[in-house]
């Protein structure tokens, strides 16, 4: 392939890279065009300039464009530079969010990992200076305090590889303005998310409310500007792991939803939106930013895999505070699996029951008594009638027919059917509805919904199989169930697991099937 003058083809990876330099794991977006390897370069220092380069120390980074697997550094920090406000300009910046993604072609898939941003480490700087016991996302501010931001980047990827996992590779660092990155999800067109529960706080000033207002009711809708970062944001009921968890979240589902038709033109307000958002270490250069963008293009249609950072404790009490603790054997184990792991959802049909003789009785009594034993054996049981009656009279509201689970998981406790209004990325009404159950205190929501938009964004990037005569929908992490869907009487209907995947593949299912019709 001549790189010298991109065709139509790459264009488009060319705007799927620009998103991912806005937040690797994004993944998103497509435009047809042919541009000149001068336009190209325009846009990589619109992308990276030169201002906003992390200035890593020797051997830190690895840059390689081989083909082969590449692993990126991304940090989401609070640093607000560009703020009219001279305190938050001047304020010590925090990494929130400490991510690492995985291109690697070798396994045809895309790898997540998270480290908790409460994790116990000791962190040493350039200087000499040593803090014990820190949590890992100190190394950004302690870095910053001693020599700018850029030196934060550079202990908090120093502490990482020291600390965490030695030995690890790193090909590029990103570090990502939470507000810049909303800033290019609005140039986007926003993005469609799956609310899994009512998101609420009103800050009076106390101690308990000393967090962001937020009011975001359950279901899928569009987030936008403010409500997409405070949602990204929110930690006022979570624990460390089911933020990341929805972080992580809100990335796979901006990952589908970049509509090729809608972006053309927008280029030039994308690359300047993505250049104030980040900073990395990748250079301005049309040639390297072909080959990232051959990269990230080829991940656009391959499984996005989250890895889950091995612990021993994620609420260890020490000095007052809360802690995430591991080891280095968890830790090797968990890098282990981010590298070279290669999980997929396999194919979980039902196997049919052994034949057999049985009389006429047992015959009609068997199946049933089976069923009930085979969903207690999944932890299942029937919903309340309490809940259905509740989702009865909400169907009233929905001109459609309305699917209701029969069975739940044992803890599960159900909070809310929430009717409402629905406006696709045409900004056509569609109806819809939600159910939630609450799997535990901390995080733990599924929900189960039915819209008559038959093609969100959820569902552009999944596989099918065939159940029971009905045809299913799924979108998989890696070896874990997220959504699974299906279309009825011309209306989509699917079960989203809970942020931390606490459902298992077979209680998916068997959820799933077990919805019927209520009027």
Not at 188 to 199: P, S
Not at 262 to 271: F, M
Not at 428 to 455: C, K, M, P
Not at 486 to 498: A, P
């Amino acid at each position: 392939m001549d790189d010298e003058r991109p065709p139509s083809l790459w264009w488009g990876m060319w705007k799927r890279f620009l998103l991912a330099a806005v937040l690797i794991a994004a993944l998103s977006g497509a435009a047809t065009a042919t541009v000149a390897l001068n336009e190209v370069s325009s846009i990589a220092h619109e992308v990276f300039p030169e201002i906003a380069k992390i200035k890593a120390p020797k051997g830190l980074i690895q840059l390689k464009y081989d083909g082969g697997p590449q692993t990126f550094l991304v940090l989401g920090s609070d640093r607000r530079s560009g703020s009219k406000n001279s305190e938050e300009r001047n304020a010590t910046p925090h990494s929130d969010t400490i991510l690492l993604v995985r291109f690697d072609p070798e396994h045809g898939q895309t790898s997540v990992m998270s480290i908790p941003r409460d994790l116990m480490v000791n962190i040493k700087t350039r200087k000499g200076a040593l803090y014990t016991n820190e949590k890992i996302n100190a190394a950004y501010t302690i870095g910053s305090k001693e020599g700018g931001t850029n030196a934060g980047t550079v202990l908090a990827a120093e502490t990482i590889k020291r600390e965490v996992f030695p030995g690890l590779e790193l090909n590029g660092i990103v570090d990502v303005n939470f507000a810049g990155f909303i800033k290019v999800v609005d140039t986007l067109g926003c993005a469609y998310v799956n609310v899994d529960h009512h998101y609420f706080n009103v800050n009076v000033g106390s101690i308990e409310t000393d967090y962001t207002s937020i009011n975001l009711e359950p279901g899928y809708q569009k987030l936008c500007y403010e409500n997409a970062l405070d949602y990204v944001r929110y930690r006022h009921t979570d624990s460390d792991f089911v933020r990341v968890a929805r972080q992580q979240d809100f990335l796979r589902a901006l990952r589908q939803q970049i509509n090729p038709a809608d972006k053309l033109g927008q280029i030039e307000n994308v690359a300047k939106a993505v250049g104030h958002a980040i900073r990395s270490n990748f250079p301005a250069s049309a040639e390297e930013l072909i080959l990232l963008a051959k990269l990230v293009a080829f991940s656009q249609e391959r499984p996005l895999r989250q890895v889950r950072f091995q612990t021993t404790n994620v609420n260890a009490s020490f000095n007052g505070g809360s802690y995430v603790t591991s080891t280095p054997e968890l830790e090797k184990a968990a890098l282990e699996n981010f590298l070279h792991g290669d999980e997929h959802a396999s194919p979980i049909a039902p196997k049919p029951h052994p034949s057999g003789h049985t009389s006429k009785k047992s015959h009609h009594h068997a199946p049933a008594l089976s069923a009930a034993a085979a969903a207690r054996a999944l932890n299942l049981f029937p919903t309340s009638s309490l809940g259905q009656s509740e989702a009865v009279k909400a169907a009233i509201q929905v001109p459609f027919r309305v699917l209701y689970p029969t069975l739940q998981t044992g803890a599960a406790e159900q909070q809310v059917l929430r009717p409402y209004g629905l406006k696709d990325e045409s900004g056509r009404s569609h109806h819809a509805y939600t159910v939630v159950w609450r799997q535990n205190l901390i995080g733990g929501y599924y929900d189960f919904e039915g819209t008559d938009w038959l093609n969100p964004p959820l569902f552009a990037h999944t596989r099918s199989e065939k159940i029971g005569g009905r045809e299913y929908k799924f979108v998989d992490d890696g070896a874990h169930i997220h959504v699974i869907g299906w279309v009825s009487g011309r209306v989509l209907y699917w079960l989203t697991n809970t942020l931390l995947e606490e459902l298992s593949n077979s209680q998916m299912l068997a959820i799933a099937r077990s919805a019927q019709g209520l009027h």
